[in-house]
């Protein structure tokens, strides 16, 4: 079983180039979101969504965009990279209703210079 | 809005006991509790749904207070295994299923 699979495992980025954060998942789960890490800062909540064609905030939404197209695929796109989104962020997925355990992806390690 | 967990840190020695809480200004439906260990993804531990409910999972176990919005995680007879930090997540009522995490309680165990 893949799970969820995040590519790529590391990146680096200058300042003001753009990348899509790939995230796919094989369960035929409805919820996908984004989570950022920073030390000290816990896990926060980029975007997430309830199923294919809607996506909704979370705590940290500026400076990503995301799309969901398919069940599976839930990519995070960063439009002009900055400094301050040097991070992990991690996707992960659960099925529907909210007793259903969170599956992580691996991260991603992303440093923008 | 994040919920607050403590303490932010806790250092055991082995086969000692450690509470960590985790409280929200808002009305929960739902508690969720991670453990991350360095360089990996958070992985399950428990969820606990609104009804007070405790749940146990080895000598691991937790609780959920719906009146106060708390919920608490406990472990008993510590293993060197349970070093981590734990993260505890909620879900609002209200009708978003997004969950939201704590800072994390970082758990160390020495021998």
């Known amino acids: 079983n893949a799970g969820v699979t995040q590519t790529p495992k590391f990146q680096v980025l200058k300042t003001g180039q753009s990348m899509t954060l790939q995230c796919a998942q094989d369960m035929n789960h409805e919820y996908m979101s984004w989570y950022r890490q920073d030390p000290g800062m816990g896990l926060r909540l980029i975007h997430y969504?309830?199923?294919?064609?809607?996506?909704d905030q979370g705590e940290v939404p500026n400076g990503y965009n995301v799309s969901r197209s398919t069940t599976e695929d839930f990519p995070l796109r960063l439009l002009s990279a900055a400094p301050s989104q040097t991070s992990v962020y991690f996707c992960?997925?659960?099925?529907?209703?909210?007793?259903?355990?969170?599956?992580f992806g691996n991260g991603t390690r992303l440093t923008v210079t | 809005q994040q919920p607050v967990q403590s303490p932010q840190a806790v250092i055991l020695r082995e086969g000692e006991d450690a509470v960590i809480n985790c409280s929200s200004s808002k009305a929960l439906y739902s508690v969720h509790w991670y453990r991350q260990k360095h360089g990996e993804a958070p992985v399950f531990l428990m969820i606990?749904?609104?009804?007070?409910e405790q749940k146990g999972h080895d000598k691991i176990s937790a609780s959920f207070n719906e009146k106060k919005q708390q919920s608490s995680l406990y472990l008993t007879a510590s293993q060197l295994s349970y070093s981590g930090t734990y993260f505890c997540g909620t879900v609002s009522q209200g009708g978003s299923e997004k969950l939201v995490f704590g800072k994390g309680t970082k758990l160390t165990v020495n021998p």
């Open positions: 992960a997925s659960s099925s529907p209703g909210q007793g259903s355990p969170l599956h």
């Open positions: 606990l749904l609104k009804g007070g």
């Open positions: 969504s309830v199923g294919a064609g809607i996506t």
